[in-house]
């Protein structure tokens, strides 16, 4: 198979490191986040034709600061270094970073020096996005400087000698208008990349890869009735045929009538499918659980469970398919960098140690994007394909605090209310994703003039391109006031209703 284009990202903290890795595949190259402190014989093997380091925390001067193997600048492929990873190119090459006098956080206006390389075709002033409280006070040998700003002589710098570049500021933010152009030069000229990274060319790749690694196998697929799975279940019904049974579980946890239209959607599919009511089951399992981890982890362990079962009465079952994503994997395993790892998801962090099936995650190198024009190219229906997010445990972690029938019934019933009125106002497919969220608190109201002491639920809509990232929602007043009238009237046991005007971050999406 033809080696693929990849530039690496190496991973030291920065909360921007995914975002990096999304641009590089806007430009149409494929990229991987990988942990500083890879070996130099991993790093190698993946051929990569360039290698960003991203922005971080920590200062390089720091006893403990993450440094990667000097040995990165002698592979032979270009280097560029974003804040922290600029400060790392000097810290290693003989320059010198100390503490600066101003710190510099927020928009700059750069001035560039030198238009070659990574400013080729730009203006002599650009607006970007500065971060950072130090800065290089000696270059290392060698090197030049590109740009400065008013508080900052040293924004950009080049080697003259190798093509190893570093940038002060971020060019992956929106906040700089013009990095991606930057990125650009980096990626499709400096590392001479084609740019012709693609679904298509995912796909092709994809199912030579699950053909070879399940041969005459038997396979499941955990099939939830959302976009990752659907894809996920595609995409090796095409690599294998009927060998995939796909395998849907009501646990209960659903929204509400999905159970009934999952099946109704699936039942003449090309694969074989199965259904599994498990709600009572699961209950029982997450009866006075009120740790939303915990949640998380009994849901994984039972899910695999029912599939071991069901591989079982089979006989000949090997591998079982999830629709594993990358920001799952980014967000749940910090062995891919020193970034915090932000919640365990069922399908990545909470699987139990054992188990009787391999893995097969086809999508967990995907962005959520990506996966649906992956979708689009093996013709999963536009119905399916944009519907927004569903977490693995369903609304075990919308439900904050313990889950029972009664507040799973008035959980399901608000929430169908305000994206029934999203959908009626033309506004479901603007947003990423809506959703209620039933609170472990109760508040004092007053209907028919009698003094109630009921539920509150939250409501939450964000925009987003990838999850990674997002803003809340602005919902129009009315549409809001409606849903909260609404849900007043209709669901017993609620009597106040609030909107989540928070980002991510600092925020998550879900609350749990």
Same mark, same amino acid.
């Given at each position: %198979? ?37 070996? %130099? ?115 950009? &710098? ?140 009994? &849901? ?83 119905? &399916? ?61 007053? %209907? ?65």
């Amino acid at each position: %198979m033809e080696q693929r284009e990849e530039i690496i990202v190496l991973d030291f903290g920065s909360q921007y490191t995914q975002l990096i890795a999304r641009r590089v595949r806007e430009l149409g190259v494929y990229s991987e986040i990988m942990p500083y402190h890879i070996s %130099m014989a991993e790093l190698a093997a993946a051929h990569p034709r360039g290698i960003i380091l991203s922005g971080g925390p920590s200062s390089v001067y720091a006893d403990d600061a993450p440094l990667p193997h000097a040995g990165i600048f002698d592979l032979g492929c270009p280097v560029l270094g974003i804040c922290y990873g600029l400060q790392v190119i000097a810290h290693l090459l003989g320059g010198e970073v100390e503490r600066a006098p101003r710190r510099e956080y927020g928009r700059a206006d750069i001035e560039i020096d030198d238009h070659s390389d990574l400013f080729q075709n730009l203006a002599s002033h650009i607006d970007v996005w500065m971060s950072h409280s130090d800065h290089i006070t000696r270059l290392p040998r060698g090197f030049v400087v590109m740009a400065h700003t008013g508080n900052a002589p040293i924004a950009a &710098i080049k080697s003259e000698e190798r093509p190893i570049y570093g940038l002060q500021f971020h060019p992956e933010v929106a906040h700089t208008p013009k990095g991606l152009e930057i990125l650009a030069n980096f990626v499709l000229k400096i590392a001479a990349c084609s740019g012709n990274w693609s679904a298509e060319a995912f796909v092709d790749s994809a199912v030579q890869e699950i053909r070879s690694a399940v041969g005459d196998k038997q396979v499941l697929c955990a099939l939830s009735g959302g976009v990752d799975s659907t894809v996920a279940a595609y995409l090796v019904a095409r690599a294998v045929g009927r060998q995939l049974t796909c395998v849907f579980v009501d646990t209960g946890l659903l929204r509400q009538g999905e159970a009934t239209q999952v099946c109704d959607f699936y039942r003449n599919a090309a694969f074989h499918f199965v259904f599994v009511d498990a709600s009572q089951r699961f209950l029982r399992r997450l009866a006075g659980i009120i740790d939303p981890e915990q949640k998380r982890k009994i &849901i994984g362990e039972e899910f695999i469970r029912i599939f071991e079962e069901h591989a079982r009465k089979t006989g000949d079952i090997d591998y079982l398919v999830q629709g594993t994503l990358y920001p799952d994997v980014i967000e749940s395993v910090s062995v891919r960098g020193p970034s915090a790892t932000i919640k365990s998801h069922h399908n990545v962090g909470g699987l139990p140690d054992k188990m009787g099936l391999r893995l097969i995650e086809p999508l967990r190198q995907l962005f959520k994007d990506e996966v649906r024009r992956v979708g689009r190219e093996i013709g999963v229906p536009t119905e &399916i394909l944009m519907r927004h997010p569903f977490p693995g445990p369903g609304l075990a972690v919308r439900i904050l605090g313990e889950i029972t029938q009664e507040r799973l019934h008035v959980l399901k019933a608000s929430d169908k209310i305000f994206i029934d009125e999203l959908q009626a106002n033309n506004i479901y497919d603007e947003v990423w994703q809506a959703f209620a969220i039933l609170l472990p608190i109760q508040t004092v109201g007053v %209907m028919g003039d009698e003094r109630t002491y009921e539920n509150v639920i939250a409501l939450r809509a964000v925009t987003s391109m990838d999850g990674m990232t997002a803003d809340w929602a602005v919902i129009p007043h009315f549409v809001l006031a409606h849903s909260a009238n609404r849900i007043i009237n209709e669901v017993k046991g609620v009597n106040r209703v609030v909107y989540d005007i928070s980002s991510k971050p600092p925020s998550t999406i879900e609350w749990e």
